[in-house]
């Protein structure tokens, strides 16, 4: 079998990959497309995954499978497919000696857009790293999350599809030299609360040993829609001109509906509604026989994480929301709708997914607007206030509920961090045309993975050795495939790494690391943030 045209068997067949070079010159070896569960089209859409069919002979591993039918998030052109469910494998050799340890990556994107393919996520860093790296396609927006809350689409496929792919990977992962008895996943936004969701759920139990969550978790309000699924399905089928209430007549119509127009549809039914990003979304999915969220996340998370767990956020999580078109009022100066909206209506500045919760705690959208804007009224010159106000509800709120839950189950292997390298030429500010300070989500991404589609427009961003980027790539990478190794992120100090990475510990001050090109061991209370929402309106 020659290097540059590897074979391997896995449970449907044989599959043929390529010899691939890295930005450094350095050969790996890659699989790309390969099918994870059947085709979920025709009777399958909306299905849970099914497996993957046999096929004989060779097949061809050399190029992406589709990505999932989605609006693209940048142009706004629909692309995609309905047949998503692929995965891609990427090792340094498939030599039977010792297995190495295996990293699953699920995508984010608000759960209705991105891939796992190179485009963002390459994987030129990690594979270095003597690890055996899997990205993968899951089902997105109305195709991944649609509930009629009847046992004929019940939700969550998505989820499901993900679950389905670290299946195969238990099968098959051994023909690629990884360990199936040493997998972590690891995901960022929406898909480090699907990272959460896998860890917390008794259908995905037994299926990895590590977790890592970059900037999400199930204790997100984007991460949930809670309520009453099914009346957005009505709606949806409604729009499209099917007036019924039956799940089983509305369900058999939406499978007929062309993919496209299906995207399209459930794009324009969706609410201007403050930050709320789509309609089909994870959902409690208890009408399913075999259900991945069968309580309210917020419930469900307090079984706590049983395996060795590393979570975080980056210092500016929120810019990233203000570069959305819905708050286009941050770059126009005489278009201040978002601030009417919100002196209005004060409740607005809850996300509907935390509503309840907040109320039950005594904490009203006059109380949020006291705590981030005083007593004047919003305005556009109030950018920066509105920015923490996002990056809190949004993110690091959710984010400390899952340690203190963690802290208190006694935890010994939960790890936290805050990643705070401020890049001139962040990809997200640069595309967004933002200007905020500080370190905004998904900004951690290239040091992690390096994004192919700067080939395609002819920019360099090869880190140079020697170079601050170049060394804060290599301690990430360094840190995670440690973790992925042995469970411990920093098993030994070296002249890269030289700080010991300590757990969170029972009590209300917790450590972290401040991941920069120096780590350093820092500690926080919750009553130090201005997410403790209850704490200072009780200040105040």
Known sequence: MALESPVVNVTQGQLRGLLEKNIYDEPYLAFRGIPYAKPPTGPLRFKDPQPPEPWTGIREAK??????????????????????????????????????????????????????????????????????????????????????????????????????????????????????????????????????????????????????????????????????????????????????????????????????????????????????????????????PNPIVPQHPFQQMKRGIKVPFLLGHNTCEGAFLVGQEYNSAFREKDSNKVFEKFNTDLDLLIHQELQDKLKKEGISGHDVKRIYFGDRPINYNMKQEYVDYLSDMMFIQGIFDVVQIQTELNSSNTYLYKFSFEDDTSLMKLKLGLDFPGTMHADELPYLFYPSILRGLNIDMKFKPGSEKHKLSEIVTQMWTDFAKTGNPTPMTTDLVSVIWKPVRQGDTYDYLNINTTLKMETTKTEEHTFDWKKIKNKL
């Not at 998503?84 to 000696?97: D, F, G």
């Not at 699907?194 to 995905?204: D, G, N």
């Not at 829609?225 to 089983?248: M, N």
């Open 63 to 288: 190029s992406f499978g589709n990505v999932a039918a989605q609006i693209d998030m940048f142009t706004r052109e629909l692309i995609g497919s309905d047949d998503c469910l692929y995965l891609n494998v990427y090792t340094s050799s498939i030599e039977a000696t010792s297995k190495r340890a295996v990293m699953v990556w699920i995508h984010g994107g608000a759960f209705i857009h991105g891939s796992g393919d190179s485009t963002i996520y390459g994987p030129d860093y990690l594979v270095r790293k003597d690890v055996v790296l899997v990205t993968i396609n899951y089902r997105l927006g109305v195709f991944g999350f649609l509930n009629i809350e009847h046992e004929v689409a019940t939700g969550n496929q998505g989820l499901k599809d993900q679950v389905m792919a670290l299946r195969w990977v238990q099968e098959n992962i051994s023909s690629f030299g990884g360990d199936p008895n040493n997998v972590t996943i690891f995901g960022e936004s929406a898909g480090a609360a699907s990272v959460h969701y896998l860890a917390i759920s008794p259908l995905a139990e037994g299926l990895f040993h590590k977790a890592i969550a970059q900037s999400g978790v199930v204790a997100n309000p984007w991460a949930i829609i809670s309520k009453e699924p099914k009346q957005y399905v009505f709606r949806l089928a409604a729009s499209l001109g099917k007036e019924t209430t039956d799940p089983e007549e509305v369900i058999e119509f939406l499978k007929s509906v062309d993919t496209f127009e299906l995207l399209k549809a459930a794009n324009n039914i969706l609410e201007s509604k403050h930050l709320i990003f789509g309609h089909f979304l994870p959902t409690i999915d208890d009408k399913s």
